[in-house]
């Protein structure tokens, strides 16, 4: 008789061990599973920004506006503006700003006195490489006189805090 309760006792024992096991298993597959899931809703993202730059890079309505730097050693800067689809602005081996600082795009408005148009910021990736995609520009073309890039504290200005380093006329309108 004592066997059969330690048997029960024992195999009640297992049970709770495999229940747990199997919970433990469960949420790990869940959390792996929720990994998952992120990473392709990131890839998607991805795909559909290099789809939107593909589409302003090839558009043929699309304007290509050279950013030259005020210093010769900094590589010019390529505009690439659609007014459909949007503008990419790419350069390679540009040197980070510093930690606090980012890079900002301003969109300078052909009418006399106006302000500078803020734009979105970013900051090249370790390899120099700089790419920016602002799918819906605040002004168009044929508004706009010239794009600038100045250094901003991180985060951005409502106004250029610095003498823009990259500026390219927006010609062919």
Do not use: C
């Not at 990473?39 to 558009?59: G, K, V, Y």
């Not at 659609?82 to 040197?95: A, K, M, Q």
């Not at 302000?115 to 979105?120: G, Q, T, V, Y």
């Amino acid at each position: 008789m004592w066997s059969a309760v330690g048997a029960a006792v024992l195999f009640a024992f297992y049970n709770a061990y495999e229940a747990r096991v199997t919970k433990t298993t469960i949420q790990q597959t869940r959390a792996a599973l929720e990994k998952q899931i992120e990473l392709q809703r990131e890839s998607a993202r991805e795909m559909a920004l290099a789809r939107r730059e593909a589409l302003i890079l090839t558009d043929a309505k699309s304007l290509k506006i050279a950013m030259p730097a005020g210093n010769k050693d900094l590589p010019v800067l390529q505009a690439t503006w659609s007014p459909e689809f949007g503008l990419v602005i790419s350069g390679h081996r540009l040197p980070p700003p510093p930690r606090n600082r980012t890079l900002q795009l301003w969109l300078i408005p052909e009418a006399t006195g106006g302000k500078a148009i803020p734009s979105l910021t970013s900051r090249p990736g370790p390899d120099g490489e700089f790419d920016l995609l602002v799918a819906n520009p605040p002004d168009s073309p044929g508004t706009t006189k010239s794009l600038a890039i100045s250094e901003e504290p991180d985060g951005g200005s409502s106004q250029p805090t610095t003498t823009p380093i990259w500026v390219g006329a927006v010609a062919g309108k």
